[in-house]
Each structure stands twice: as C-alpha cells, then as structure tokens.
C-alpha cells in the first residue's frame, strides 16, 4: 500500500509554493508536492542571471507555437510566420518565479472587478485581490492602505538608478504620464521605477519565500524530477497522480484534495489528458473523455510583446555592464556588495498608459532599459543573451486587453507529446488597432524630452515603418508572446467555466486548479503577483473546506 497524502500539490510554481507552506504550517495534514523540474541553482538567485536561465533547458519549459501569425485572412496580406516561435515558462522549484524579470506588479482594481461582475468569480474583486497583496508583501516604503508590511515577500520599489532612467521617467512626465514613487496601488497613466520582489540584491522567488521554510516541516514532502501523466478518477473523484520520476512510472494516492498548479499551460494539458475536457478532441488524441469541460485549454488570453531598440547618440548606456570587464565589475560588485546593476532585473523603469481602448483604462505597460539586444542581418532581434556593444535603449511595449482568445489542447495521450497552440493573435481589429497605436505611443516617449536627446536610429522596426499598414505588418513579424496566459482553466458561474470560485474543477470530486490559467479576464500588468495571491486565497479556502 502506497503513502496516502491529505493534500498533493501538482507544480512548486508562484501558487504551488505558497499553498505547500499555508497547507502545511499548522502541521494536521500531509503534503506532498511534486514538481517537474528541479532544485534552484546559482543563477536563479542571482536577478541578472535571468539572461542565462532562459535558454536552460533544465530550467525553462518551451513550447513550440502551432499556428503562424499569417493565419488571419486580411489587408495586410501575408507578413509570414516568425521562424522557430517558441514560448516560455520557468521549471523547477519556484516555477517562472524562479526565472522571471522580478516586476512586482499586482494588476489594477478594476481587473479584478471584473472578474467578479463579468465572469462570475464571486469574491475576487479588487477589494479582496488588495488584501491579498498586503498579505503577502514586505514593502519597503512601509505600510499603506494598498501597501503591505512583514509579510513573506520583500518588494522593493527602486532598486539601481542611473541618470539616463531619470530621462526616462522625465520623459514620461513630459507625454503626461504620472510620475510616481510605487507604480501599485493606482491607477491611470504613470511612469517610475519598476518594484521587484528582491532583497538584498537577491531574487525572492517563490521558493524562496514560501517553499524552503515549509520543507522543514515533517508533514512535508517535495519530490522534483516528478513529472505529472494523468490523475487518476475513481467514481467521480480524484483519488491518484500518475507520474514519471527520471522515466519510471509512479503513484501518488491522496485521501482529500489533489490540486493542479502547474500554470497555465501545463494545467489544462494535465486535465485533458487526464479525461477532463472537450470529448471529441479528447477523442482525437487518443484520451478517453469522463468529463465534458469544452473550456479546458479555451479562452485563452495573452499579452502580446514588441521590443524596440534605439541606438543612443552618446555612451550613456548601460550596454558596458553585460560583456568584458564591465560585466566582470559588475559581478564583482554584486558578489561583494549585492548591489549594481545586477541585484535588479532586466527593466528599472516602467509605465501603464491607454493607448487604444475606449474605456480609457490602462491597456498598455511599457518596460525600459538603457542597452539593447543585437538585430540580426534580416533586422529580427537574436537571443536575449546577446546584449549589443554599442550604446543602445529598449523600450518593450505590451498590449494587455487584447480581446482575441486562443487555444491549447493535447495532441496525445503521454505528458512528452507537444501541444498544439493557437494564440489567434490579432484576430480582431480592435488588437490591430491596438498594435498600430502602441508602436506609435512607445515611438513619442522615446523621442520626448528629455530622453529623445540622445536617443537615435530605431533598430526595430525602423524609422521608414511609418503607416498604419506597414506597423501592423512589422508587429505582427516581430511581435513576441508576453508570458503572461490565463484563462486555460477559468474560473466563473457559468456552465461552461472549468472551476467555480472556490476553484474546485467542475464535474469532479477532491480536485482544483490554482494558478494563473484560473484567471478568468485581463490582468492589467505581469502575473507573477497575482498568480501568488491565487494561491494564498486559495489555501484559505481549501484550509475552510478541510474536514
């Protein structure tokens, strides 16, 4: 007879994490934890180190992306499909917490309003959301009504500065954007330095502040290397996990809960093959269907990415940091010191903005940085490892509304075989439109005094891309995945949500999902945040059902 758990954990990412310590704490239940990846290395801890980690294939998931962008029939014609499109996601202890660029943006109230009044998430609006977030957070301003102090992760809202992030902020201010000192807690257009969940010139992932104090705990067990197959359904409720651990098959028994944290990819793709989904496409790739949920893998949301390099007139970059002896004093200093420029992420300074949207609320955030990446001969930026010699800026700019959706659904039965996505990126005109404008709106705060002083030649897409359809046709080439999908496994009230808002799966018994593919409307900034205030409002609604 197997171990039997109270409570197994599928994923140690940003919701996984925090529920194996709120699950655990008062020690009355057994927890297990299985996660895919493994134990975080020395680059995980360091912030810059982000630039090694993403091309680590021990340390990041990649997703080939199915469907090319010249899919949609329309005036722009064929713009062709990015060679090799790949998308992203952190693996091993910590999840994308682990590997991500730190921004410690928690979304604005009225995303989470919305979930709420439109899609039916009784209880997670903006009020409960902000609670949520003062929780969780170390701020170190201090304590406010939206701020939160002597929590588990230490935010801080302005770590390195230099004099060219002071123009961008000027900048900013001078196109009418609020100057402010936390970039949370409001609303409406503004510009400051990004804050990061850092401390002392090291990452705060989520394994870090969650996970390694619990595994102390005897109730507490973390088996890495375990890669989840199905779970298993007995009478209509979950009882099992099947998994692989170094290519072995493995059975996890549980006699309470069995919860999904394995994000918004690997969860949907987790139920469906585990009979949990749209029975004909089940069907199709070779599951047999025991639970009609045609929304797993639908309604899929995701920021969409353009990164902008501009070549500057002087050698007031940062550039001279990341290679030959200024990357070595750079190191040096942080390993001495924990500070420069490599205790903070890849972006100091940040903006919201409307650009598009006729609400007129925030759709666009904005990341800058004083260096740029190299362009490739056919103008096409190259690795993120590749930080160009020259003096350069990067103004990255992310749509946040999009209101195309897409897809992603197994091919096959085994946990090895690829999925198939389709972002149906651009689908709409108002995300055309969308396009067209930010590209235009990062174009003017570049230019704007007093930063466009020194600020020259636009690598991408180029100064001669200037009409509306020669933008749209560049965007949609050039434009990257944000990192950011939900909704695969949204919750709601409707009959056709995946889980209802206390996030147990429709249709089944003893199972829940919690982590970002839950979330079931716009996130207006990064998901990190949220996806850990997922899981601490979750633990207290697991911990309120626990016999």
Request: charged fraction near 25%; aromatic fraction near 6%.
């Amino acid at each position: 007879m197997s171990e039997l758990w109270d409570y197994i954990i599928i994923g140690a990412g940003s919701s996984g994490c925090v529920l194996a310590e709120k699950l655990s704490v008062d020690g009355r239940s057994r927890v297990l934890v299985l996660e895919a990846g493994g134990e975080a290395s020395f680059w995980n801890h360091i912030p810059k180190g982000v630039a090694r980690l993403v091309k680590d294939p021990a340390k990041i998931w990649m997703y080939k992306v199915t469907q090319p962008r010249d899919y949609v029939d329309g005036e722009d014609g064929d713009d062709g499909d990015p060679p090799g499109e790949f998308w992203i996601r952190g693996k091993g202890l910590g999840g994308s917490s682990g590997v991500n660029g730190m921004i410690w943006s928690r979304g604005e109230p009225a995303d989470y309003d919305a979930w709420e009044n439109d899609y039916g998430a009784t209880a997670w609006n903006g009020d409960a959301m902000t609670q949520a977030f003062r929780s969780l957070e170390d701020h170190a301003d201090g304590a406010s009504d939206t701020r939160g102090e002597g929590g588990p992760v230490h935010v801080d809202p302005q770590i390195y500065s230099y004099p060219l992030a002071q123009d961008m902020i000027a900048a900013g201010e001078t196109l009418g954007l609020r100057p402010v000192r936390d970039l949370n807690g409001t609303t409406g257009p503004r510009v400051g330095y990004y804050s990061h969940n850092i401390k002392a010139g090291v990452r705060q992932s989520a394994a870090t502040t969650f996970l390694e104090p619990a595994r102390a705990r005897p109730n507490l067990r973390v088996v890495t290397g375990a890669l989840a197959q199905r779970i298993v359904m007995e009478e209509g409720r979950a009882v099992a996990v099947e998994a692989h651990i170094d290519g072995k098959p493995a059975r996890f028994d549980c006699a309470g809960e069995i919860v999904v944290s394995a994000g918004a990819m690997e969860s949907p793709l987790l139920l469906q093959r585990s009979g949990i989904g749209d029975p004909e496409r089940l069907v199709r790739a070779g599951v047999d269907p025991l639970v009609d949920a045609p929304d797993v893998g639908e309604r899929m949301i995701e920021h969409l990415s353009l990164s902008m390099p501009f070549r500057l007139d002087d050698d007031r970059g940062t550039h001279r940091n990341f290679f030959g002896l200024g990357l070595m004093r750079a190191m040096a200093r942080w390993a001495m010191r924990r500070d420069g420029i490599m205790a903070t992420g890849p972006f100091e300074v940040g903006a919201f903005d409307n650009v598009y949207h006729p609400d007129g609320r925030t759709d666009a955030q904005f990341y800058l940085g004083a260096y740029s990446f190299a362009v490739g001969g056919d103008n096409d930026p190259v690795p993120l490892d590749k930080i160009d010699r020259r003096p350069g800026l990067t103004i990255y700019g992310s749509l946040l509304r999009l209101t195309s959706e897409g897809a992603l659904r197994i091919t096959g039965p085994d946990a090895g075989d690829p999925p198939r996505i389709e972002p149906n990126f651009l689908s709409t005109e108002h995300d055309r439109q969308s396009a067209v404008a930010i590209v235009r709106r990062m174009r003017q705060l570049v230019r704007a005094a007093p930063l466009g002083q020194s600020v020259g030649r636009e690598e991408i897409p180029g100064d001669d891309v200037d009409d509306d359809a020669q933008i749209l046709s560049a965007f949609r080439r050039l434009s990257s995945c944000g990192l950011h999908g939900i909704g695969t496994c949204r919750m709601g009230s409707d009959p056709r949500a995946v889980v209802d808002p206390r996030l147990r799966v429709n249709g089944v018994g003893g199972l829940r999902v919690v982590d970002c593919s839950v979330i079931p409307g716009h996130v207006t900034g990064n998901t990190n945040a949220p996806a850990m205030a997922i899981g601490l409002r979750a633990a207290d609604l697991i911990l309120e059902d626990r016999p």
